[in-house]
Structure formats: C-alpha cells, structure tokens
T-cell receptor, first 114, second 114 residues
C-alpha cells in the first residue's frame, strides 16, 4: 500500500512569486485535504477535495487554490506569496468524506519565503 | 465553532513511567476525536480515534485515550513510556453531523528521558 507522497520536500521563494505543491494520495483514497502548519502551531485546514471538486474551505484567502485530478492526486497553488506563507504544507488523504475516517498525512513541503 | 485545547506545551516523563498528554475540546454536537503524533521533519501519523462506544480507546504503539463527555476531555495515555515516544502530539476534533473540518490543537511536546 503506497502512502501519501508530497513534492517537493523543500522550496524557497520570494515575496510575490507563485508556487505549486503536489500530493499523491494513498492508494484507494478519493479525498484530499491540505493544511498549513506554521512553526510551533498545529495544522490549519486550507481546503478539501472530493472527486475533483472542492467541498470545504478554511479561513484562507482566494490566492490559495487547488486542484484534484482523476487519479485523486492534488495540487495546492499559492499566488502572490507573502512572508507569513512560510510554513510546512501538509497533504492528507482519506477513504471518503466520512467524518470518522482518519486522515493519512504525507511528510509535507517546507516552504520558505524570503 | 469547534476548538481543541492542549494545555501543556511540554510533558516530561522518565522512561518506564506512565504518561498522560491532556486534551479538551469544544464542539456544538457530538465529536469524533483523534490523536496524531509528529516526529521531526515528518508528517502526522494517526494513533487512535474515538467514534462511539467504550470510552477507553486503544491505539498504536501501546497508546490509549480516555473519552470523558462531561469534562469534554480526551487525554492520551500510556502505561510505560519509551524514549522513542518522544515526539510532538496533536489532538484533533471533528463534528459528527454534516460536513465539518478537522481542527487540531497546538500540540504537546513529549520528552521521555532515559
């Protein structure tokens, strides 16, 4: 069983740039969620995708956007990067949107904004 | 709005001693509750969940958690700590009904000394 994989592992950008982070979900999982984890904090929910549609969003501005593909892999796009966007970005997949299903996390992408 | 409180930034325990990591939650309905562990430079790893039934839930690596509805708590426990248990632990909550997001606490660092 292949787990959740994310790429790249590290990324350095400057303010105003755009970035795309990628996630391959665990085999058989059709739901992907993205989280932002700032240093010393718990993960904050960005949005969730189910069968290629966004079906939930946290308190993040529209410059955070995403996609899910037919194979259930996903992308997180962030435009107009700001210094506060520096964080660990985590992708998590689950069997479906059922609230009692645990989410399985990748190791994240560490994004640093200079 | 749902929330999770982990009142201790850090818990120190000697190897072989029992450990407890505290978590309290606030949610409008009945909760699903989760514990995750994060090792350095890694994503979150699922430990256990409470859905319904027995208030004592057993999970991975000898961990267990006790659900207390009247105190709105879900404390993580282990009878005998190992040095390898040293990591960052997150409690998370989700409402049962309808669509809801997974909300995490800020995390508790567990340090087990030899």
């Amino acid at each position: 069983e292949t787990g959740v994989t994310q790429s790249p592992t590290h990324l350095i950008k400057t303010r105003g740039q755009q970035v795309t982070l990628r996630c391959s979900s665990q085999s058989g999982h059709n739901t992907v969620s993205w989280y932002q984890q700032a240093l010393g904090q718990g993960p904050q929910f960005i949005f969730q995708y189910y069968r290629e549609e966004e079906n939930g969003r946290g308190n993040f501005p529209p410059r955070f956007s995403g996609l899910q593909f037919p194979n259930y892999s996903s992308e997180l796009n962030v435009n107009a990067l700001e210094l506060d966007d520096s964080a660990l970005y985590l992708c998590a997949s689950s069997l479906d949107t059922d609230s009692n299903q645990p989410q399985h996390f990748g190791d994240g992408t560490r994004l640093s904004i200079l | 709005a749902q929330s999770v409180a982990q009142p201790e930034d850090q818990v120190n325990v000697a190897e072989g001693n029992p450990l407890t990591v505290k978590c309290t939650y606030s949610v409008s309905g009945n909760p699903y509750l989760f514990w995750y562990v994060q090792y350095p430079n890694r994503g979150l790893q699922f430990l256990l969940k409470y859905i319904t039934g027995d208030n004592l839930v057993k999970g991975s690596y000898g961990f267990e958690a006790e659900f207390n509805k009247s105190q709105t708590s879900f404390h993580l426990k282990k009878p005998s700590a190992l040095v390898s248990d040293s990591a960052l632990y997150f409690c998370a909550v989700r409402e049962r009904s309808g669509y809801s997001t997974l909300t995490f606490g800020k995390g508790t660092m567990l340090l087990v000394s030899p």
